[in-house]
DNA sequence: CTAGGGTTAG
């Protein structure tokens, strides 16, 4: 939630008074006296010949005769006005407002506060606040007027000081009025304020008047009380499309979608046409649902209700048909629109770091990633000016691609536009540094920040843990306690790693029953997760099945897959075969777990199991695991297979592999000897020291074209084998270069021949 | 009343 401006909003409205003495005033506008007065679009012409004709006048018609200083009704300058408002034209606007002047129109109530509004819609706030001033005489309709237009130029809080004024001077709201404050207060999240304008418009039962039960509505779910936005919308006499709205973006912003799609559907059989923000608001709820039919059955009704041009419109379509993985459907309509709005290139760019991390195959994530930051180029070069959705965004797609000189471009970029002030984006740029393993410009920028949510301690507290820096997480996560933010289950997630990366038992028990007893915070899964890994890091294998058993859960693929790769270091290699199998009948299909099985039986030359294992592999369809390493450098991503020959300088990659090879030999490196295998088992497990897998390959082609301390960064699809984990170490001492290898499950950073991930990272 | 953003581990 964002937090409150500093605004006086304080202090209790009197409205009592004006309420009680003129209720009829929130329902009835014939005080305003504009309800009378009918304007015309007609004028009567007069002709050069001295006759006189009534007869239409087309804009720029009327606009001449205006700049030429003829006489017009002031009747005629309302139509005249609300066209400038349609064609956005405050120049056209100001023209016509001098005429008024000029002609002494400005003594007319209506027509001024018109003009208020005129400067409102055209985003010129300083030019209606000086109408406003001016005017002789004020009415309920020219305080709104100028209430309307603070919150639709973002200034929510200058909105409820007139508020405050117009109550001062005596003026009675309508519910049109409270109306307005109530979207004030939820644009400023003052659920308070909110309370206090609701409970006023029971007292005058009016909160079933459908523009007050519709902006309560919205009020109430903004602040994150589901509850009583539905309430507020059941409360409604007459729902209208902005009623239904508010209740299906409702479930949106409080993560009930699959009830907002409900209400989707019940507002069409009570046969209420939706409008183009139903549409929208409905199409983002099959986003988060991930609901592709629904959202293709939208998608017809939107081109059968004639939508399909409209831009929010095409952009929730987009941004569904992406996130849903249909990324051919999603270009096709991003190359196709006319008008594209900042938002549409925030879309794609955040559909596309989703799908990074919804990928099912590595390669499409890989060219996802890639595809976004492409796109974000393309966005520099059209010379649309990135916002802060654009950096946050950008920056998560660095971090997935571990692309620490694009993100730091985005740095560099995000100071100069001074959005780097925002927490949110501040916060990505933590987590950027931290999953490329920048830990040091991670916490400057942490440092650095004048204020923190939850979410940026977390993230930092999250950094230090996978960096394998226990006790600066633990002080951090203290340091978070002092200034009074309180941790939530995801913080507890990354301590509990923390202490299990340093064997620290007690602590880590500490903190379990520190956060159920203290902060009432439920266990999940993921702690439990933590917990394990810690007993089988510390070869406690017996303690780890003895939580296994205890939790409430079944356990994950992976608890499973930690518990295989712990009995396997231990040595325990019945239990390991049996959270194997369990591990399988998870996932039957993930080829990585049948090399980590392969492995085990062969280490031990049960063959016969080796050939059943091959049997299970053969059966679900399943080919080599395939694995692949790639590495940024400037701007260019580099990608390696082992055995693969398509890069320009794979021959001096190969060789400088061979030769480091040789060289970490001397210092005490031992290739994991190859036991008696046929072709086939060398090539699926891994095992055989004379291929070269593929991250010493990404490794190899960094030390040759980097400057001589830069430190190397590679991602990797799968998980690093033991045997490529114990080379990069002597590489690190060798070469005295940092190495960040962020295979699919683990960060590692090498350094001076150690890793950060303590030898348990290194799967196959 | 609408579309786009940041956190965890194994």
Redesign the pocket.
């Known amino acids: 939630m964002a937090s409150l401006p500093s605004v006086a909003v304080s202090g209790n409205i009197k409205l009592d008074q004006d309420f009680r003495k003129h209720p009829t005033s929130f329902i009835s506008s014939e005080k305003s006296g504009i309800a009378n007065v009918s304007y015309q679009k007609s004028q009567t012409i007069v002709n050069s010949d001295g006759s006189s004709e009534p007869r239409s006048l087309d804009f720029r018609e009327a606009l001449v005769m205006i700049r030429e200083g003829s006489k017009v009704e002031s009747s005629y300058y309302v139509p005249l006005l609300q066209e400038c408002i349609d064609r956005n034209s405050a120049s056209d606007a100001q023209v016509v407002h001098g005429h008024i002047i000029k002609t002494g129109s400005h003594q007319d109530l209506f027509v001024t506060t018109f003009l208020v509004n005129v400067y409102a819609k055209c985003r010129i706030m300083e030019n209606a606040r000086k109408v406003f001033d001016k005017l002789s005489r004020r009415n309920v309709v020219s305080w709104t007027a100028l209430m309307s237009g603070y919150v639709h130029n973002s200034r929510p809080e200058l909105s409820i000081r007139v508020f405050l004024e117009m109550l001062e001077a005596g003026a009675y709201p309508t519910n049109y009025t409270l109306g307005i404050v109530l979207?004030a207060s939820?644009t400023l999240y003052s659920i308070e304020l909110g309370k206090q304008l609701h409970a006023y418009s029971i007292k005058y039962q009016i909160d079933f008047d459908t523009s007050i039960g519709?902006?309560l509505c919205?009020l109430y779910s903004k602040c994150g009380n589901l509850e009583s936005a539905f309430k507020a919308f059941k409360k409604i006499k007459e729902k209208n499309?902005?009623s239904w709205?508010?209740a299906i973006?409702a479930c949106?912003d409080n993560g009930d979608a699959s009830k907002g799609l409900a209400f989707f559907t019940e507002m069409l059989s009570e046969g209420i046409e939706p409008?183009?923000?139903?549409l929208?608001?409905a199409l983002?709820l099959c986003?988060t649902m991930l609901s592709l039919g629904a959202g293709i059955q939208i998608h017809s009704l939107v081109i059968k209700l004639g939508y399909e041009l409209n831009?929010?419109?095409r952009?929730?379509i987009m941004?569904l048909y992406l996130k849903c993985g249909m990324v051919n459907e999603a270009r096709k309509l991003f190359n196709g629109m006319e008008a594209m709005?900042?938002?549409t290139w925030?879309?794609m760019i955040?559909g596309h770091?989703?799908i990074i991390d919804l990928a099912e195959d590595d390669l499409s994530a890989y060219q996802s990633g890639t595809e976004a930051l492409n796109i974000f180029l393309k966005l520099n070069r059209s010379g649309v000016k990135p916002?802060?959705?654009?950096f946050?965004?950008i920056l998560?797609v660095c971090?997935s691609m571990v692309a620490l000189e694009q993100g730091e471009q985005v740095h560099a970029q995000s100071i100069k536009s001074g959005f780097l002030s925002?927490?949110?984006?501040a916060?990505?740029l933590v987590?950027m540094y931290?999953?490329c393993g920048s830990i040091e410009k991670a916490s400057k920028v942490f440092i650095e920040m004048s204020t923190r949510?939850?979410?940026?301690w977390?993230?930092m507290i999250?950094g230090f843990?996978?960096h394998g820096r226990t006790q600066q997480a633990l002080q951090l996560f203290e340091d978070m306690r002092i200034a009074g933010v309180r941790p939530?289950?995801?913080?507890f997630?990354?301590v509990l790693?923390a202490c299990?990366?340093a064997g620290m038992v007690n602590e880590a028990l500490g903190y379990f029953e520190s956060m159920k007893k203290d902060y009432r915070i439920k266990p999940v899964m993921?702690h439990y997760?933590?917990l394990i890994?810690m007993f089988v890091r510390l070869g406690r294998l017996d303690e780890a099945f003895g939580l296994v058993k205890k939790m409430d859960f079944e356990p994950?693929e992976?608890i499973w897959?930690?518990l295989v790769?712990g009995c396997r270091t231990h040595g325990n290699l019945d239990r390991g075969f049996y959270a194997a199998e369990r591990l399988l009948k998870l996932k039957p299909k993930d080829t990585e777990t049948y090399v980590m099985l392969l492995n085990m039986y062969i280490s031990v030359e049960r063959w016969k199991d080796v050939s059943r294992v091959r049997k299970m592999m053969k059966e679900e369809k399943l080919g080599k695991l395939e694995e692949w390493s790639w590495i940024t450098i400037k701007d260019k991503v580099h990608s390696f297979k082992p055995n693969d020959k398509s890069h320009p300088q794979s021959e001096d990659v190969q060789k400088y592999v061979e030769s480091l090879t040789d060289q970490v030999k001397s210092l005490g490196y031992k290739a994991v000897e190859s036991l008696e295998l046929t072709d086939e088992d060398a090539e699926t497990t891994l095992f055989s020291s004379t291929s070269f897998h593929s991250e010493k390959l990404a490794i190899a082609f960094g030390l040759l074209n980097t400057p001589n301390a830069a430190p190397i960064r590679v991602i990797k699809n799968i998980s690093m084998c033991r045997d490529c984990h114990n080379f990069v170490k002597f590489i690190s001492l060798l070469t005295s270069r940092e190495i960040i290898i962020r295979d699919s499950?683990?960060l590692h950073k090498f350094v001076n021949g150690k890793c950060s991930c303590g030898d348990f990272g290194a799967l196959l």
């Open positions: 979207n939820s519709n902006s919205s499309v902005i709205t508010s973006s949106g409008n183009e923000y139903t929208t608001s983002s986003c831009l929010p419109v952009n929730a941004y709005s900042l938002i925030n879309a955040a770091a989703q916002d802060l959705f654009t946050s965004s998560t971090s925002d927490i949110v984006v916060t990505a987590n931290n999953k949510t939850l979410i940026s977390t993230s999250a843990a996978q939530n289950q995801v913080t997630v990354s790693s299990s990366h993921d997760a933590c890994d994950n992976f897959s930690t790769a499950k683990c």
